[in-house]
Nanobody, 123 residues
């Protein structure tokens, strides 16, 4: 079992920056791929980015690439999402997820989920 706890969400101005963290506990010695997803009000959950144990990275299309950066510190069992120049449409609950295997943009491929952290982008 793996437990995931997100932190770092809050209110941020458009064009600012924010860093989300996700701390893993439990069976963190396994080579889990970590992913970030988000869900805006009234919308389905969507993939943001994923990073494998070795650092291989997968990003969602073009909407976030270049503005968001995923990274991880395996010694701390923590994955990060650096959000630069956020836009109003980035407002959502951001979820951290973990899976055994390579990066995937399919939420059903992930076995473990955090509770989510709210990010609100203001103008």
């Amino acid at each position: 079992q793996v437990q995931l706890v997100e932190s770092g969400g809050g209110l941020v101005r458009a064009g600012g920056s924010l860093r989300l963290s996700c701390a893993a506990s439990g069976r963190t010695r396994s080579s889990y791929t970590m992913g970030w997803f988000r869900q805006a009000p009234g919308k389905e959950r969507e993939f943001v980015a994923a990073i494998s144990w070795s650092g291989g990275i997968t990003y969602d299309g073009d909407s976030m690439k270049g503005r968001f950066t995923i990274s991880r510190d395996n010694a701390k069992a923590t994955v990060y999402l650096q959000m630069n120049s956020p836009k109003l449409e980035d407002t959502a609950v951001y979820y951290c997820a973990a899976r055994l295997g390579p990066g995937s943009n399919n939420e059903y491929a992930y076995s473990y989920w955090g509770q989510g952290t709210q990010v609100t982008v203001s103008s």
